[in-house]
Nanobody, 116 residues
């Protein structure tokens, strides 16, 4: 099994920055996609960004140019650097690890609130 532990959420003012981290442990597949999802109150969970083992990334249109996802394979850790934050970025952010070809695990979530 795989365990994911997120950290780094909190309260930030509009225009500010925040970095969230997710550390994976356990029996981790050799090839993985690690990603960040978010869920705002009353809305469905949506993909924010993901990154494959080789380093290729993808982003939701709403965060392109503001958020950067990165990973340290040696530490099985993925990061999400969030800049120019907006109130609409407020949500619970969830880390996901998806094994190739099978397996999917979720973290417990970390709250990000953007408010003045």
């Amino acid at each position: 099994q795989v365990q994911l532990v997120e950290s780094g959420g909190g309260l930030v003012q509009p225009g500010g920055s925040l970095r969230v981290s997710c550390a994976a442990s356990g029996t981790i597949p050799r090839f993985t996609v690690m990603g960040w999802y978010r869920q705002a109150p009353g809305k469905e969970r949506e993909l924010v960004a993901d990154i494959i083992s080789g380093g290729s990334t993808s982003y939701a249109d709403s965060v392109k140019g503001r958020f950067t996802i990165s990973r340290e394979n040696a530490k099985s850790t993925v990061y999400l650097q969030m800049n120019s934050l907006k109130p609409e970025d407020t949500a619970v952010y969830y880390c996901n690890l998806r094994g190739i070809p099978t397996g999917s695990w979720w973290g417990q979530g970390t709250q990000v609130t953007v408010s003045s």
